[in-house]
């Protein structure tokens, strides 16, 4: 069984720092594919932070410097260290995963936790 569970956000001042991290239960870790996704007010679930086929990451351009993703194989976890936070960071983080399709990571993760919420002040 599938299950995703994300800890570790809260609320924090412009410029400050959070790392929040991701449980990913089931044979899925060892896929590889995986990543961060933010749902702010009013807007659409974008990526923030994600593996790529091959191990590559993409990151979207502004957080670019500021945010790394990071996992630990040995505890089934997934992490985003987020430095020098701004109000636009607000929203809701996802932790996103999926089967490899052959050898490469999908487009769309089929599977989701259930976010954790990361509120910045200015």
């Known amino acids: 069984q599938v299950q995703l569970v994300e800890s570790g956000g809260g609320s924090v001042q412009a410029g400050g720092s959070l790392n929040i991290s991701c449980v990913i239960s089931?044979?899925?870790?060892?896929?590889?594919?995986m990543g961060w996704w933010r749902q702010g007010p009013s807007e659409e679930r974008d990526v923030v932070a994600r593996?790529?086929?091959?191990?590559?990451?993409h990151y979207t351009d502004s957080v670019k410097g500021r945010f790394t993703i990071f996992r630990d194989n040995a505890k089934n976890t997934l992490y985003l260290q987020m430095n020098n936070l701004k109000p636009e960071d607000t929203g809701m983080y996802y932790c996103?995963?999926?089967?490899?399709?052959?050898?490469?990571?999908?487009?769309?993760?089929?599977?989701w936790g259930r976010g954790t919420q990361v509120t910045v002040s200015s």
């Open positions: 089931g044979s899925i870790y060892t896929s590889g594919c």
């Open positions: 996103a995963a999926d089967r490899r399709i052959r050898t490469s990571c999908p487009q769309r993760f089929n599977y």
């Open positions: 593996f790529m086929t091959g191990d590559r990451i």
